[in-house]
Protein backbone atom coordinates (compact mmCIF):
# COMPACT_ATOMS: atom_id res chain seq x y z
CA UNK A 1 0.00 0.00 0.00
CA UNK A 2 2.90 2.36 0.92
CA UNK A 3 4.75 1.80 -2.33
CA UNK A 4 1.43 2.56 -4.59
CA UNK A 5 1.18 5.66 -2.53
CA UNK A 6 4.51 6.36 -3.58
CA UNK A 7 4.04 5.80 -7.16
CA UNK A 8 0.84 8.17 -7.14
CA UNK A 9 2.87 10.75 -5.76
CA UNK A 10 5.55 10.86 -7.87
CA UNK A 11 2.94 10.79 -11.32
CA UNK A 12 1.34 13.92 -9.60
CA UNK A 13 4.63 15.81 -8.80
CA UNK A 14 5.87 14.50 -12.51
CA UNK A 15 2.68 16.52 -13.53
CA UNK A 16 3.28 19.28 -11.80
CA UNK A 17 6.73 19.97 -12.81
CA UNK A 18 5.54 19.65 -16.39
CA UNK A 19 2.89 22.17 -15.73
CA UNK A 20 5.29 25.14 -14.42
CA UNK A 21 7.58 24.29 -17.03
CA UNK A 22 4.81 25.32 -19.26
CA UNK A 23 3.12 28.14 -17.69
CA UNK A 24 7.31 29.28 -17.47
CA UNK A 25 7.87 29.10 -21.35
CA UNK A 26 4.34 30.85 -21.89
CA UNK A 27 5.34 34.18 -19.82
CA UNK A 28 8.76 34.14 -21.57
CA UNK A 29 9.22 37.27 -24.10
CA UNK A 30 8.27 36.33 -28.12
CA UNK A 31 11.21 36.41 -30.36
CA UNK A 32 12.66 35.12 -33.58
CA UNK A 33 15.97 36.14 -33.33
CA UNK A 34 18.98 34.73 -30.96
CA UNK A 35 20.29 38.11 -30.76
CA UNK A 36 18.62 41.22 -28.68
CA UNK A 37 17.06 43.44 -30.86
CA UNK A 38 18.32 46.95 -31.58
CA UNK A 39 16.50 49.61 -29.54
CA UNK A 40 14.55 51.93 -31.73
CA UNK A 41 12.18 54.94 -30.87
CA UNK A 42 9.64 57.28 -32.05
CA UNK A 43 7.47 60.16 -31.78
CA UNK A 44 4.96 58.82 -29.37
CA UNK A 45 2.18 60.45 -26.98
CA UNK A 46 4.08 62.32 -24.47
CA UNK A 47 1.47 62.97 -21.73
CA UNK A 48 -1.22 60.11 -22.27
CA UNK A 49 -1.41 56.91 -20.62
CA UNK A 50 -2.95 54.05 -23.03
CA UNK A 51 -1.99 51.69 -26.20
CA UNK A 52 -1.69 53.61 -29.39
CA UNK A 53 -0.90 52.62 -32.90
CA UNK A 54 0.89 54.78 -35.37
CA UNK A 55 -0.96 55.54 -38.64
CA UNK A 56 -1.18 59.01 -40.20
CA UNK A 57 -1.50 59.67 -36.48
CA UNK A 58 -1.11 57.87 -33.08
CA UNK A 59 -4.56 56.26 -32.37
CA UNK A 60 -5.88 55.13 -29.03
CA UNK A 61 -6.70 51.08 -29.19
CA UNK A 62 -9.59 50.75 -26.44
CA UNK A 63 -9.21 47.08 -24.60
CA UNK A 64 -11.77 44.22 -26.08
CA UNK A 65 -13.52 41.92 -24.17
CA UNK A 66 -14.08 38.27 -25.67
CA UNK A 67 -18.12 38.27 -26.14
CA UNK A 68 -17.52 34.31 -25.64
CA UNK A 69 -14.30 31.71 -24.85
CA UNK A 70 -14.23 28.10 -25.23
CA UNK A 71 -12.00 25.35 -24.51
CA UNK A 72 -10.81 22.88 -26.95
CA UNK A 73 -8.93 19.48 -24.95
CA UNK A 74 -10.76 20.36 -22.25
CA UNK A 75 -11.26 16.26 -21.55
CA UNK A 76 -7.99 15.47 -21.76
CA UNK A 77 -6.46 18.53 -19.82
CA UNK A 78 -8.71 17.48 -17.02
CA UNK A 79 -7.23 13.53 -16.73
CA UNK A 80 -3.55 14.26 -17.93
CA UNK A 81 -3.35 17.22 -14.45
CA UNK A 82 -2.56 19.66 -16.86
CA UNK A 83 0.14 17.97 -18.73
CA UNK A 84 -1.59 18.50 -21.86
CA UNK A 85 -2.66 22.19 -21.88
CA UNK A 86 -6.04 23.11 -22.57
CA UNK A 87 -6.56 25.93 -25.46
CA UNK A 88 -8.90 28.77 -25.22
CA UNK A 89 -10.33 29.99 -28.45
CA UNK A 90 -12.00 33.44 -27.60
CA UNK A 91 -14.34 34.84 -30.21
CA UNK A 92 -14.70 39.14 -30.31
CA UNK A 93 -18.01 40.73 -32.24
CA UNK A 94 -17.38 41.75 -35.35
CA UNK A 95 -15.19 40.56 -38.74
CA UNK A 96 -13.08 44.31 -38.13
CA UNK A 97 -11.67 46.10 -35.31
CA UNK A 98 -12.87 49.88 -34.43
CA UNK A 99 -9.11 50.88 -35.12
CA UNK A 100 -7.57 50.13 -38.62
CA UNK A 101 -3.64 51.02 -40.71
CA UNK A 102 -2.62 50.54 -43.88
CA UNK A 103 -0.56 47.38 -44.49
CA UNK A 104 2.74 47.96 -43.48
CA UNK A 105 5.21 48.22 -39.84
CA UNK A 106 2.99 50.18 -37.66
CA UNK A 107 4.25 51.36 -34.46
CA UNK A 108 2.63 50.42 -31.06
CA UNK A 109 2.70 52.06 -27.93
CA UNK A 110 1.97 51.03 -24.26
CA UNK A 111 2.30 54.36 -23.41
CA UNK A 112 2.42 55.40 -19.30
CA UNK A 113 1.88 51.77 -17.87
CA UNK A 114 3.63 51.18 -14.69
CA UNK A 115 3.35 47.63 -14.86
CA UNK A 116 2.44 44.59 -17.67
CA UNK A 117 1.27 41.43 -16.65
CA UNK A 118 2.97 39.54 -19.10
CA UNK A 119 5.16 39.99 -21.93
CA UNK A 120 3.63 41.94 -25.13
CA UNK A 121 3.00 39.86 -28.12
CA UNK A 122 1.32 40.71 -31.44
CA UNK A 123 -1.00 37.92 -33.25
CA UNK A 124 -3.41 37.09 -35.72
CA UNK A 125 -7.08 37.14 -35.26
CA UNK A 126 -9.29 35.04 -37.74
CA UNK A 127 -12.26 36.35 -39.00
CA UNK A 128 -15.41 34.17 -39.03
CA UNK A 129 -17.78 35.18 -41.89
CA UNK A 130 -21.19 33.01 -40.74
CA UNK A 131 -20.68 34.26 -37.12
CA UNK A 132 -19.62 37.92 -37.98
CA UNK A 133 -16.78 37.51 -35.31
CA UNK A 134 -13.06 37.50 -35.03
CA UNK A 135 -11.48 34.57 -33.42
CA UNK A 136 -8.18 34.34 -30.69
CA UNK A 137 -6.88 30.86 -31.14
CA UNK A 138 -4.80 29.45 -28.32
CA UNK A 139 -3.24 26.69 -29.16
CA UNK A 140 -1.64 29.03 -32.37
CA UNK A 141 0.42 30.91 -30.07
CA UNK A 142 3.12 28.25 -28.88
CA UNK A 143 6.28 29.71 -27.07
CA UNK A 144 9.26 27.47 -26.89
CA UNK A 145 11.89 28.80 -24.59
CA UNK A 146 12.60 32.02 -25.29
CA UNK A 147 12.47 31.96 -29.04
CA UNK A 148 8.96 32.18 -30.62
CA UNK A 149 8.13 29.24 -33.42
CA UNK A 150 8.05 29.86 -36.79
CA UNK A 151 5.71 32.42 -37.67
CA UNK A 152 4.19 31.18 -40.73
CA UNK A 153 2.95 27.64 -38.61
CA UNK A 154 1.09 29.99 -35.57
CA UNK A 155 -0.57 33.64 -34.86
CA UNK A 156 2.05 34.94 -32.95
CA UNK A 157 3.55 37.56 -35.47
CA UNK A 158 7.52 38.17 -34.83
CA UNK A 159 7.99 41.74 -33.58
CA UNK A 160 10.71 43.52 -31.85
CA UNK A 161 10.31 45.63 -28.59
CA UNK A 162 11.79 48.54 -27.36
CA UNK A 163 11.26 50.47 -23.81
CA UNK A 164 12.73 53.88 -24.16
CA UNK A 165 11.13 55.13 -20.79
CA UNK A 166 10.68 52.61 -17.94
CA UNK A 167 6.81 53.73 -18.59
CA UNK A 168 6.74 53.02 -21.97
CA UNK A 169 7.00 49.85 -24.79
CA UNK A 170 7.05 49.87 -28.08
CA UNK A 171 6.35 46.95 -30.00
CA UNK A 172 6.82 47.08 -34.02
CA UNK A 173 6.29 43.74 -35.97
CA UNK A 174 9.72 42.74 -38.30
CA UNK A 175 7.75 42.33 -41.86
CA UNK A 176 5.03 44.27 -43.17
CA UNK A 177 1.51 42.98 -42.03
CA UNK A 178 -0.46 42.28 -44.65
CA UNK A 179 -4.34 43.17 -44.97
CA UNK A 180 -5.92 41.01 -41.67
CA UNK A 181 -7.15 41.12 -38.53
CA UNK A 182 -3.96 41.87 -35.65
CA UNK A 183 -4.44 42.34 -32.00
CA UNK A 184 -1.68 43.19 -28.91
CA UNK A 185 -1.41 41.05 -25.89
CA UNK A 186 -0.21 42.04 -22.71
CA UNK A 187 0.93 37.82 -22.10
CA UNK A 188 0.01 35.16 -24.42
CA UNK A 189 -2.50 34.13 -21.51
CA UNK A 190 -4.79 37.23 -21.43
CA UNK A 191 -7.64 37.29 -23.89
CA UNK A 192 -8.43 40.94 -22.96
CA UNK A 193 -6.70 42.36 -26.34
CA UNK A 194 -6.11 45.89 -28.13
CA UNK A 195 -7.37 44.95 -31.61
CA UNK A 196 -6.38 46.47 -34.79
CA UNK A 197 -7.17 46.21 -38.42
CA UNK A 198 -4.85 46.08 -41.61
CA UNK A 199 -6.40 47.49 -44.59
CA UNK A 200 -5.66 48.88 -47.98
CA UNK A 201 -6.42 52.83 -48.66
CA UNK A 202 -10.37 53.26 -49.00
CA UNK A 203 -11.37 53.58 -52.63
CA UNK A 204 -10.48 49.74 -52.94
CA UNK A 205 -13.55 47.92 -53.76
CA UNK A 206 -11.66 44.66 -53.14
CA UNK A 207 -10.40 45.69 -49.82
CA UNK A 208 -12.20 48.05 -48.56
CA UNK A 209 -11.37 49.13 -45.14
CA UNK A 210 -14.10 49.08 -41.98
CA UNK A 211 -16.44 51.58 -41.21
CA UNK A 212 -14.07 54.04 -38.30
CA UNK A 213 -15.93 54.44 -34.76
Known sequence: MTSFTCKIGTVVVVAILITAAYTASQDKTATSNDAAPQPFTANYPPDRPGVFI?????????ATMPAKSRVKHGVA??????????????????????????????????????????????VR??????KNLRE???????????????AT?????????????????LIRPQQ??????????????????FAFTVAVASGDPGNPPPAKH
Not at 82 to 88: E, K, R, S, T, W
Not at 178 to 191: D, F
Open 77 to 122: AAFSYGAVPADLVSEYDGLHAQVWVEPGRPIICICRLFALPGAPVL
Open 153 to 169: KNDLIAADISQPEDTVW
Open 125 to 130: LHPNQK
Open 136 to 150: LDGGRMPVIGAKMAD
Open 54 to 62: QGKDWTSIP
Open 176 to 193: DLPVGEYALLLGTRNVNL
